[in-house]
């Protein structure tokens, strides 16, 4: 059975951004006219965001902003709280240049954190264009305190394993949802699921649904030049399942070439693909 729009919480952030969120919220209003929407401003104070998000029946806050270093974790802490004030069955982060295809045709019913996994230095995430969180997963992740941990606000932060990590919050002063939610499902035990009607990337835009739920990023200009960041285009050998990772399901795909590894690590060179 197909999940009800009552059993759906979708949350976005935004900040700088507000001239996107009329079409996301236009193909996820398309497909599901009753879901629960939060929108969240992370310290804009942009009048925009609230008349769009009203007028497409979401709940807005305006609140302080929480992306940078300094506020560690909070920003996915504010996120659970908010959607654990009427928690449903699924929550699901989306951005604002994030797209709405289609119902899904069924959702994890076991706890876990999916979407499309990526991974970095040996650290595994959802990347976040489209995290799902089953209310489980979300009300662990926040009862715990894991994202209030004052170690996330450190420069380096826990979660940056590697150089391409390091880079957004030494360089920029900025945290990262992504391998926030990676770095503390992992030290929670919570299970990561690849979810194959989620195709979320870093900036590489889908040429289509391509049968696809929901897909990201789709913003005005597509960086040119940019390659997959996700596991399962590299292949099932990066997709483990083991007891420290909590990395399950294999990705459709070919076996990995010699130097995979060493190019899904430079997909982050670059700043911004984190």
Request: proline content about 8%.
């Amino acid at each position: 059975m197909k999940p009800t729009d009552h059993e759906l919480t979708f949350y976005l952030n935004s900040r700088d951004d507000a001239h996107l969120l009329d079409d996301c919220l236009e193909s996820l209003r398309a497909h599901y006219p009753d879901v629960r929407v939060i929108i969240r401003s992370d310290g804009d104070e942009n009048p925009a965001i609230g008349v769009t998000g009203r007028r497409h029946r979401a709940e807005v806050v305006y609140g302080e902003w929480l992306f940078c270093l300094e506020r560690g974790g909070e920003i996915v802490d504010e996120m659970l709280r908010l959607f654990l004030l009427a928690p449903t069955r699924w929550l699901f982060k989306i951005d604002p240049d994030t797209r709405i295809h289609r119902r899904f045709d069924r959702l994890p019913a076991t706890d876990c954190i999916f979407g499309t996994v990526q991974q970095q230095g040996g650290l595994f995430s959802i990347q976040g264009g489209c995290v799902g969180f089953t209310e489980g997963s979300a009300r662990l992740l926040h009862d715990s305190g894991a994202a209030r941990d004052p170690n996330l606000a450190r420069v380096p932060p826990p979660w940056a394993f590697n150089a391409a990590l390091r880079s957004r919050p030494v360089e920029r002063g900025l945290t990262s949802i992504d391998w926030v939610v990676g770095w503390t499902a992992r030290a929670l035990g919570i299970p990561l699921l690849d979810w194959p009607e989620i195709l979320s990337e870093w900036a590489l835009t889908p040429e289509g649904s391509e049968g696809h739920a929901i897909t990201h990023p789709h913003k005005p200009a597509p960086v040119v030049g940019a390659v997959s960041s996700s596991v399962r285009h590299w292949g099932p050998a990066l997709l483990v399942h083991s007891a420290e990772d909590n990395v399950l399901a294999a990705p459709i795909g070919t076996p990995l070439e010699v130097d995979a590894q060493a190019e899904l690590d430079s997909v982050a060179d670059d700043p911004n693909a984190i």
